[in-house]
């Protein structure tokens, strides 16, 4: 397994891919080629005693920054870590490519270089997202601000056949979020896409659900434009850090709850690990023809480490022949074709 990693992406590069590139080759034994200024990457590496065994560097002379407009920064920068390493992966000298660098150049780049599945006008950013009964996949979180009610379908499709290979659910539930269960709520573009999956073979679509109950992982896949996950994604990283940032300032204020802190303290271990984004590390990019995992702008090492796992296990679940052979129910429809 190879797996290609964009050194220069985030906020915290190069070091912080260094190190989780460097955890993840030790711990799964993969191998990565970094994409990225070679000369600033070993020296990021020397200075910090990081070994760079099983690491193949490649090197590039261009970054895309987080305020390029994308489209025109993969057109106009072909040196770049993101534009190279998909590249390499469109030739097959990868298996797999992680980036943290800008969602926009990267949902553009996979599209217009790696390619989507024909029949798939759009790919969607899907991530597992822990709850209360059993993690769910919810898509779009971020890659398709607007979408129609195909592209909804169509995610549906994909969500499903990706819970099912790669999380080894059978028969996954699926739901619309909405502001209202009831079939009759929300926008008019929601109710036609409600109409929608009711129809569309491939998925058991359940009907709407609510924000507020998505939390608790009643179903499997929740499906929503790229707007509305984002938000919802972004709330639910802000409340985790308000609770943990909370609990913690209240088993400090006293003696006695310093006490009560020491009882709890294994089970509060698992809520902040519960609650940490980077132990998902990665979230792909569902529709291209290869595995194109996009990692948080934020990424320290250990969500770096474990984007490269999610590459490698996506890679490895055959997800996208999956896709491919279910390729019927997402055909482009009238009007899809419209941008």
Do not use: W
């Not at 599945?117 to 898509?139: D, N």
């Not at 250990?302 to 890679?315: D, F, G, P, Q, S």
Request: aromatic share 4%; net charge neutral; proline share 4%.
């Amino acid at each position: 397994m190879k797996i290609i990693v964009d050194m220069m992406g985030g906020d915290n590069a190069p070091l912080a891919v260094l190190e989780g590139a460097a955890q993840a080759v030790k711990e799964y034994g993969v191998q990565l080629i970094g994409v990225g200024n070679e000369a600033l990457v070993r020296k990021t590496a020397a200075e910090h005693s990081i070994p760079l065994d099983g690491i193949e560097l490649v090197n590039c002379t261009e970054v895309i920054d987080m305020c390029d407009e994308p489209a025109r920064a993969i057109r106009q920068k072909k040196d770049s870590s993101i534009v190279v390493g998909l590249n390499m992966l469109k030739d097959g000298k990868g298996d797999a490519f992680v980036s943290a660098g800008s969602t926009g150049a990267l949902h553009v780049g996979a599209s217009l270089i790696v390619r989507t599945l024909k029949g798939i006008k759009r790919p969607a950013l899907a991530t597992m997202v822990p709850a209360k009964k059993q993690a769910y996949l919810l898509l779009d979180c971020g890659a398709n601000v607007e979408c129609r009610p195909e592209m909804l379908a169509a995610f549906a499709v994909m969500g499903s056949c990706y819970v099912n290979r790669v999380e080894g659910r059978r028969s996954p539930s699926v739901a619309l979020a909405n502001n209202g269960a009831e079939e009759s709520k929300g926008t008019p573009m929601l109710k036609e896409a409600h109409q929608l999956l009711k129809t569309t073979p491939g998925i058991r679509f359940v009907g709407n659900i609510e924000p507020r109950d998505v939390p608790n992982g009643e179903v499997d896949v929740v499906v929503c434009d790229g707007f509305t996950g984002n938000v919802m994604l972004k709330t639910m990283e802000g409340v985790g850090k308000f609770l943990l940032k909370s609990l913690k300032e209240m088993f400090l204020s006293s003696t006695k709850t310093k006490l009560a802190a020491g009882l709890v303290k294994g089970d509060l271990g698992q809520m902040k690990k519960l609650l940490d984004p980077s132990e998902v590390g990665g979230t792909p990019f569902l529709g291209i023809q290869k595995p194109v995992i996009k990692a948080h702008g934020g990424s320290n090492a250990r969500a770096i480490e474990n984007a490269v796992l999610r590459a490698k296990e996506y890679a490895e679940s055959g997800f996208i022949a999956d896709i491919q052979a279910n390729i019927e129910h997402m055909r482009v429809q009238p009007g899809m074709e419209k941008n």
